[in-house]
Every structure is written in C-alpha cells, then in structure tokens.
C-alpha cells in the first residue's frame, strides 16, 4: 500500500503560480509512474500531466508551456509547478502512482480568481 499526501494548494490570482507537492510512502518511489489529475464539480478527473520513472513527461494540452511536473526520488516526491494560472485551472488535483495498481492523494483545492 502506498500513501500520498499532497500539499501546497490554496487561493491565488490569475497569472500567479503555485507548487504542488506530492509526498509518498513507499521506498519504491523511483519505479512509479508518477502523475497529477485534477477534477472540478460535474466533469470527470483530467489527467494534468505524468512522469516516467524514466524522466519522460506528458502534458494535457490545456497546460503544456506553463506547468511543470517533476520528481525528486531521493525524497520520494513529486511536483507540480504551475505557472500563468487561469480560472480554468480551479480545481481538485490529485497526485497518483501507478505501477502494477494505480494509488491516489486525497486531493488539494486549487482555485485561481479572476
């Protein structure tokens, strides 16, 4: 079982940015596939963007040029920088960690005003 715990949402402007954090417990970080979704009243989860244990990164159109998704496997953690946010991007995100099962956060609030 794998528990992860995100952190670093909140309230901010449109044009300004946060960092998403994901921590994980689990010694095994390095061999998930790590990724963020979000989620907003009436819509189905949106996959944000993935990392490989490898390094490879892929992004939902919406947010490629402004989020940046990364990991760090020495502390077992991965981010989510976003950058020039948009009302649009208010939503719930949740970190995952997919290897042979997918493991899911409990979720930060984001919400950017206009």
């Known amino acids: 079982q794998v528990q992860l715990v995100e952190s670093g949402g909140g309230l901010v402007q449109a044009g300004g940015s946060l960092r998403l954090s994901c921590a994980a417990s689990?010694?095994?970080?390095?061999?998930?596939?790590m990724g963020w979704y979000r989620q907003t009243p009436g819509k189905q989860r949106e996959l944000v963007a993935t990392?490989?244990?490898?390094?490879?990164?892929r992004y939902t159109d919406p947010v490629k040029g402004r989020f940046t998704i990364s990991r760090d496997n020495a502390k077992n953690t991965l981010y989510l920088q976003m950058t020039t946010l948009k009302p649009e991007d208010t939503a719930i995100y949740y970190c995952?960690?997919?290897?042979?099962?997918?493991?899911w956060g409990q979720g930060t609030q984001v919400t950017v005003s206009s």
């Open positions: 995952t960690a997919r290897a042979y099962n997918t493991y």
């Open positions: 990392i490989t244990s490898g390094g490879l990164v």
């Open positions: 689990t010694s095994s970080f390095a061999v998930f596939t």
